[in-house]
Each structure stands twice: as C-alpha cells, then as structure tokens.
C-alpha cells in the first residue's frame, strides 16, 4: 500500500497555494513539470496549456490507460479598473457570490493582496439585507497603489493548512488529484501504458481533457477529481439522506453524473478491486457536477470512463475540507485497480 507522508503533504501543499485560476495554469504547470520529468518516458505541454505524461510498459500490446486531474481551479478575472485602487471582476467557474464579501484575494502574478469589497452592514437597508450582494455591486480594492491589468486572474488567499485528519485549502478541487497522479508516476505498474493528462480548463468547460484525450487515444480512462460532500448535519434533527459522498468513507466511484454514464464494467472493476483490497470505498450518489470524463468520453471513436474522487466539504468556496485517509484510500484504489487491469477491459460494453 502506497503510503501519505510529510512529502506528500507538502507537495500538496505547493500545489493548492499556487495561483492557477481557469486559463491561466502556469504556476501549477510549473510544478507538475518539475515532478514528472524524472519518471516519465515522454512529457510535452499541448496547445491549451495541459500537461501530457506518458508511462510506458514492458508488456506485449499493454492497455493504454489514461488517468487525468485538472489543474484549474475557480477564482475571479479583472475586467474594469475603477480607479483608486478599485477594480471590477467577473467570476471563473461556478461560485457562489455569498462566498465572496470581505474576503481576501491574491491577484495577478505577483499575488498582490486585496479585498472583495461591498457596502457595509450599517449602511445598507433591510431589504438588501435580505438579498445576496450580485457580483457586479462588488469590488476588489487593492489600495491606492495597488496595479492590476484587465485580463489579470484572481484566487481566494487561503493558506493550506493540515489540521490534524483533516486538510483544509482553498483549490483542493483539483489539486488532490493532480497529486495523486504525480504519485501513480512514481509507482506505474508494468503492466499498463499509462498515460496522465495534467488538465486545463476543466471549471469552464471540461476543454483541456478533450484535447488531450484525442492525443493519447487511450483504451479506457479514469477522471481523478474532488467531489462536494454533502455530508452536514440535519439542523432540525432528522437523517441526512441527501448527502452526494461522505468525508471518512474512502473513494467515491460514480456509477452516473451530470455529463456522463460511467463504464458499467469499470465501475463494477473498481468496486471488486476496492474490496479485494480491503479498501474502503463509496458510490457518488447523483446530483450536480461533473468530471473530465464527460469530455473524454466522446473524443475519437468514444472512451470507455470512470470517474473517481477524493470528496470534499464547502466546494469552490475560500475553503475546503478533506480527510487524508480519504485521499490516500483514492490513491491506493486507483493503483491496485492499475496492477490488476488486463486485456479483458479493451474494448467497448
């Protein structure tokens, strides 16, 4: 069983406070870059930004597996300067604008520091205090001298913290999965020609993962994501019933979600070689949200997929919260599903 140390820990770490807001991946590219490059046979960064690995194997005409996590995550653009410091945005990626006043962004390359910015509780009147504030009545004011260019991307300026079974980070959609794939290239079985789409764009759209999924033609492919939890209490007492996954239950696979019907055989493949290996796992319940896979699927001739995910507490808000035996229970899933892949699932149903 592969295992989650200081050196996991931190890397993730370096990944989720980096700036890589939809379109603009280049911190997180960089990273990945210098951590693949050691073990892979062949890396190349396509047209739209994504990070293309492969693995290659020993064995006679071996499965090509594609495993792909995005590296995008939510944020905000800069599309006006007020003047004074104060600047208009538009949301990247779906987020809640009750998330968003007071608090603090980094923008642009540098990180400059700013803060979202609405008119205060003590001047505004009842009725608007009954409202949600719409993104466009708010501001990111940098200060005075604070410099920002239209076109420039903006992140909630969380800070990765691990706090004792937990993490908590802004962006661990997706970052925990661009981990778990640095770590499956550092253990590839030889059985398989694997090959990882380190994605772009996937919160506008899914686009990185189509492209590179017509590049590797791959015989079946999984989507390594993060997946909202809706797993609070019940504040009026009753069962919970409507959770979409669980923190603490291991790996969601989904049989179906909003863009796609997963591979009935990859699903039932998963669920065997969870509990083959005795580990713990769950079925994403339906709801909203999707994956990579919706793209993959249809790229050339069809891909049969899957998706798998690390669920997560409060999506694309300024925080999230995982639990790291669930992101080393996904990270094992998927590579003893890896080892035990043959010929058997090439092909369609």
Sequence with gaps: MLSIGSSQIKLLEKLCNAMAVSGAE???????????????????????????????????????????????????????????????????????????????????????????????IHMTTASERQNTISVDSMRIDLGPEGKAKVGDRATFATKFKRVGPSIMSKSIDDRIGVAILIELLKHTPKNIELCLAFSVQEEIGLRGAKVAAHYFNPDLAIAIDSTPSRDLPDYEGRENISYNTQLGLGPAIYPAHSPVISDPRLVKFLAETAEKHKIPYQFRQPGGGGTDAGAIQQTRAGVPVVSVSVPHRYTHSPVSVSRVDDWKNTLNLIHAALKDMDSSLRGGR
């Design 26 to 120: 280049g911190e997180v590219r960089r990273i990945v870059l210098d951590e693949v490059k050691p073990y892979a046979d062949e890396v190349k960064v396509d047209a739209l930004g994504s990070v293309l690995v492969r693995k290659k194997s020993t064995a006679k005409k071996p499965l090509r597996v594609l495993l792909d996590a995005h590296m995008d995550e939510v944020g905000f653009m800069i599309v006006a300067d007020d003047g004074d410091g104060f600047f208009q945005f538009e949301t990247v990626g779906g987020i809640d604008p009750r998330h968003l006043v007071g608090k603090q962004v980094f923008v642009g390359k540098d990180h400059t520091v700013g803060v979202i910015g609405a008119k205060p």
